[in-house]
């Protein structure tokens, strides 16, 4: 079974708060998602492989760590996860961006598939896939097949918010994909909605509703 790393970082904490207070802005709502997407960045790439190297200080010549091995993809499933591509991005510059295009019916809540395009070497790379909210799962479990139909072994979820539902469905689909999370809510509602949560993340991402 995956892991579930849930963020238990203070700022992280008081940004999620403001981002669920329904009178936030859209404004701030992406500045938030941007600046928490950054501070998680730095827990999902803890283990990224290291290599010592010779490089020759002002004082002597050294052997130092730098990153080594497979580079990272980051892949948003649209729309609400690209709120979550620059936060990530400004710590690893040189990571690939793919995009999944999938939304949740509203009468069936299941979701559907638009949009697929992965870096050429995706197999290659170590994949987080970003989506603010981790509802029923079914929209992570999607992308994350898409994904590995694409060969790609080493995947990594990140969410802002999940629910305690989404978060079973989604280690019994991907048992090999661990989920990172800032925040843990209660339940979902009737609507498939978490709760408490923050409401559609996407319609607050971009202000359309
Ligand atoms: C939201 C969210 C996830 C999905 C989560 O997207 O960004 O992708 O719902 O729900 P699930 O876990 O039950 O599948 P939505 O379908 O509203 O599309 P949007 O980002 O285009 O608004
Ligand atoms: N999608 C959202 O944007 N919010 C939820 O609470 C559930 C699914």
Same mark, same amino acid.
Not at 16 to 28: A, G, H, I
Not at 159 to 182: F, M, N, S, W
């Given at each position: ?24 802005t859209s404004k701030?709502?992406?500045? =938030?998602? *941007?600046?928490i +997407?950054?501070? %998680? ?11 010592? @190297? ?20 980051i ?8 709120g979550?591509?620059?936060g990530?991005l ?40 970003v989506?603010?909210? =981790?509802? *029923?799962?079914? +929209?992570a479990? %999607?992308?994350i097949d ?8 080493? @995947?990594?979820?990140?969410c802002?918010?999940?629910a305690?539902e989404?978060v ?9 994909v ?23 993340a996407?319609d607050?991402?971009?202000g359309?509703?």
């Amino acid at each position: 079974m995956s892991n579930l790393y849930v963020m238990q970082h203070p700022l992280i904490k008081h940004k999620v708060t403001m981002m669920r207070d329904k009178d936030t802005t859209s404004k701030d709502f992406r500045e =938030l998602l *941007t600046e928490i +997407s950054l501070l %998680m960045g730095y827990e999902v790439t803890r283990d990224l492989p290291l290599q010592e @190297i010779e490089i020759e200080t002002p004082m002597c010549v050294t052997k130092q760590p730098v990153l080594s091995g497979r580079s990272i993809g980051i892949v948003p499933i649209l729309r609400a996860g690209l709120g979550m591509v620059d936060g990530i991005l400004s710590l690893v510059p040189s990571a690939k961006v793919g995009h999944i295009g999938c939304y949740r019916d509203h009468d069936t809540k299941k979701p559907v598939e638009y949009y697929c395009k992965l870096p050429v070497d995706a197999e290659q790379r170590e994949i987080i896939v970003v989506d603010p909210m =981790l509802a *029923t799962g079914g +929209s992570a479990a %999607m992308a994350i097949d898409f994904i590995k139909e694409k060969g790609v072994k080493n @995947i990594k979820f990140m969410c802002l918010i999940a629910a305690p539902e989404g978060v079973k469905a989604l280690q019994e689909a991907h048992p090999d994909v661990d989920i990172y999370t800032a925040s843990l809510d209660e339940r979902l509602d009737e609507n498939c909605y978490i709760l408490p949560g923050l409401g559609d993340a996407g319609d607050r991402l971009f202000g359309t509703k």
